[in-house]
């Protein structure tokens, strides 16, 4: 009986196609965003951050508070970082502008928990690595603070992709360079619709963490929660 070169779903009771399986399991790798996707920030974590990078923008740039929230938010949406507007537009080191408004004393305070995260970590068969547009210290900290550190082996920040955040083409290409995983071995979870859809146009399978409706086509599944995954096979 001939192996195929690929396998989907399902089992069987061939052992071509059973090492095929298990091949498949060991070559799958999760990559997982951080910010709303494994972790809610949104509840305690990101109005503080927010508010810290106005404040910046108006320390830097000398604009009135109403204005330096609209140019946050400006570049957040035609850029998908404001880190990327400001160092393109205004000459802000990323490193400083990262390093200042990430301060969180009182993290251990603002993460949320989530029970059973760990042990659905585990259960996942794979690689698994984190690619986020945070700094690395931001990141290593919330994910001690999960309790799920341990469990990733690599965690890829924006200084890794030398400051090309999500959704940038060159971000994903320093990341699969670095894990050493091909696209299409990559399943990519996220909050941010513009980093699925490099994502997707790369050759990952996408699944997009969010409690919205409608699912773009270049979303393959959509989930209101990563440990709604448990039941979903692809
Ligand atoms: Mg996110």
């Not at 089992?11 to 060991?26: F, H, T, W, Y």
């Not at 919205?212 to 209101?224: A, E, G």
Request: proline share 6%; charged share 25%.
């Amino acid at each position: 009986m001939p192996c195929y070169s690929t396998v989907r779903v399902g089992r069987s009771s061939s052992p071509c196609l059973a090492i095929e399986l298990e091949q498949e399991k060991v070559s799958r790798v999760w990559v997982f965003d951080l910010d709303n996707t494994l972790h809610d920030a949104d509840a305690h974590i990101f109005p503080v951050m927010n508010q810290a990078m106005t404040q910046y923008i108006m320390d830097h740039l000398e604009l009135e508070e109403e204005d330096a929230h609209a140019l946050r938010r400006h570049y957040w949406h035609i850029y998908g970082a404001t880190m990327k507007g400001l160092t393109r537009h205004h000459g802000i080191r990323p490193a400083h502008f990262l390093h200042e408004t990430h301060q969180f004393p009182a993290l251990h305070e603002m993460v949320v928990q989530r029970k059973r995260l760990r042990h659905w970590l585990q259960q996942l068969d794979g690689r698994k690595v984190v690619f986020t547009n945070a700094p690395s210290h931001y990141a290593t900290r919330v994910l001690n603070l999960l309790g799920v550190a341990d469990l990733f082996e690599e965690v890829f920040s924006v200084e890794s992709s030398r400051f090309h955040p999500k959704p940038s083409p060159r971000g994903f290409a320093r990341m699969l360079h670095s894990i050493r995983a091909h696209p299409a071995d990559c399943i990519m979870l996220e909050d941010s619709l513009p980093a699925l859809m490099t994502a997707k146009r790369l050759g990952m399978k996408t699944i997009w963490v969010s409690r919205r409706l409608h699912k773009p086509n270049f979303v393959d599944i959509r989930i209101p929660s990563v440990l709604a995954l448990t039941h979903i096979r692809l």
